[in-house]
């Protein structure tokens, strides 16, 4: 090779960087995995695990903290426990759920000829009443799915399964940014949802900190970064509020040093790759939303007034019709993709949420306009 000579790169592992990486050991997350693996526990011995719902703004480890104790049931080849995980961005009705279920209880996929649901259902309890199996099921970002309906119908089909089919055991893991995800489940849900609450507060600047130097010594060889430096990224990932860009900050970063010809990461590699991990997010998020969420985003950066989330639908109906609870899903799936915060505000007559913007005007109108 004449321009890349493998001894000259800072990178061990480059793919430590990348957002699906799954880290073997979560920092600052000890309490939560330990709750979670201890209410999964009793599904070891065939009885029903504890439900939970765990919440926590976005970027806070939820997503990793289960896929790392899955995966730790998978590897540890534990025989009498199903672990399914639906990401439910990306599964958008009860039949997309358990067709994920299906697949994880059978082994293989679900016919591509529609399997009519009371048949896909029925199919999954017969099998696992018959190996005995408890089935557990995290439905991460359920926040995200189409409707509080959908939410609620899956919620319950699994866990009345105990009543279709006598010794079906089964709990499940709702995970959301929402913190008042609980009142929008419905009292038939309310009934046998019982869930422990886990929370995952936000990380501060140091924990930050450490969490990217572990990252660093893994992904950069000895020497490639100092202290100083990852102090920097920490600071400017706090601020804007989630590590998946701290984390390609440094990936860019090292990817600029190598272009220079550097052995190290200096500064000023960090100052020039932010900006553009912060344009690629923004512009991996316009990507991620239809033509009603950039609507919405669009009406919430063309003022400068902090409006509650209640003034804010007042002057969006006027555009467009839509209910308050598909609204609300909208505002939360934009504060889920960090293009804004949704901020606790106490009034006169209770407490409401108030919208604020995490960018400049210009620079989300500049991302919309390319999404034309
Ligand atoms: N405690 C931690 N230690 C190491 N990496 C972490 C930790 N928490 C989060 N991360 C990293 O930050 C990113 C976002 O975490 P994720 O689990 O997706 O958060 P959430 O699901 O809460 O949005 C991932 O790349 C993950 O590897
Ligand atoms: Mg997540």
New binding site residues.
Partial sequence: MKYLSWDETLFRNPEVFD?E???E?????EQQLNRISSNIKPALNRSRPVNMLCL??????????IKLIFKEIVESEIQNLVPVYVNCQLVNSNQGIFAKIFEKVYGYPLPSYGVPFPKLYASILKKLAESEKVLIVAL?DVNLLLDDKIMNEAIYAILKAHEEVEGVKTGVIA?GTDLKLAARLDSRVGSIFHPDEIY?PP?GEIEIFE?LK??CELGFYQGAIEDEVIEKVAELTFEAGD??VG?YTLKMAGMEAERRGSRKIELDDVLKSFEGSRKVFLRKCMSMLDDLERELLKEIYSTDEDLTTGELFERFLEKKKLSYTKFYNLLSKLENLRVIDLVFKSLKKGRTRVIMRRFDSEVIMGALREFK
């Fill in positions: 957002p990486y799954l880290p050991e979560l920092v600052f997350r926590g703004p976005p970027g806070t480890g939820k997503t990793s903290s991460d995970i995952f990380y969490i572990k990252r590590l998946r984390l």
